[in-house]
T-cell receptor, first 111, second 114 residues
């Protein structure tokens, strides 16, 4: 069975601070990894994804994530957050045909 | 990509009644899923909607409580039956082309049972 663990459930930052959200997964086979974002009042949308190749992937709005296979991790990073990054962030894996989501991290960015 | 329209966006229902949520995708997709999302919780998969056959339910969810239809590749419905306040939640429709593609989501249905 596959599982996803997000370590930070609530994160509060000031604008321009750096962000790193942890994500660890458990799955025995080849995985596809995703970060989704849900802005207030909006639907879930893809932030970035990793299928293969360069383990450092870049997504929209300056976000990036690094796949570290030895650590079973796929942490999300952004060097300088903005107020508009306030949202819920979900890590997900797609090892089997059904994606499995982490619990989510609520990020609040103060202006 | 796929655009998913889900309705209603929200509803307040009396306990003991049923609500049917509709999900329309603008393109043919291989898989459609229904999730429940409660505040501070992860997305919990209710079932996989199978086209032309009975849905595949996850542990803890049963067809009598959450009947699902998928008459074609672009449309599915989820019914929450005999509702109780514990069913108050956000219900999400999701679709994807295949296992190695991203999932797309509807805007969700916020259900409150009183």
């Amino acid at each position: 069975a596959q599982s996803v663990s997000q370590h930070n459930h609530h994160v509060i930052l000031s604008e321009a601070a750096s962000l790193e959200l942890g994500c660890n997964y458990s799955y025995g086979g080849t995985v596809n990894l995703f970060w989704y974002v849900q802005y207030p009042g909006q639907h879930l949308q893809l932030l970035l994804k990793y299928f293969s190749g360069d383990p450092l992937v870049k997504g929209i709005k300056g976000f990036e994530a690094e796949f570290i296979k030895s650590k079973f991790s796929f942490n999300l990073r952004k060097p300088s957050v903005q107020w508009s990054d306030t949202a819920e962030y979900f890590c997900a894996i797609g090892g089997s045909y059904i994606p499995t989501f982490g619990r989510g991290t609520s990020l609040i960015v103060h202006p | 990509s796929a655009v998913i329209s889900q309705k209603p966006s929200r509803d307040i229902c009396q306990r003991g009644t049923s609500l049917t949520i509709q999900c329309q995708v603008d393109s043919q997709v291989t898989m459609m899923f229904w999730y429940r999302q409660q505040p501070g919780q992860s997305l919990t998969l209710i079932a996989t909607a199978n086209q032309g056959s009975e849905a595949t339910y996850e542990s803890g969810f049963v067809i009598d409580k959450f009947p699902i239809s998928r008459p074609n590749l672009t449309f599915s419905t989820l019914t929450v039956s005999n509702m109780s306040p514990e069913d108050s939640s956000i219900y999400l429709c999701s679709a994807q082309g295949y296992r190695d593609t991203e999932a797309f989501f509807g805007q969700g249905t916020r259900l409150t049972v009183v």
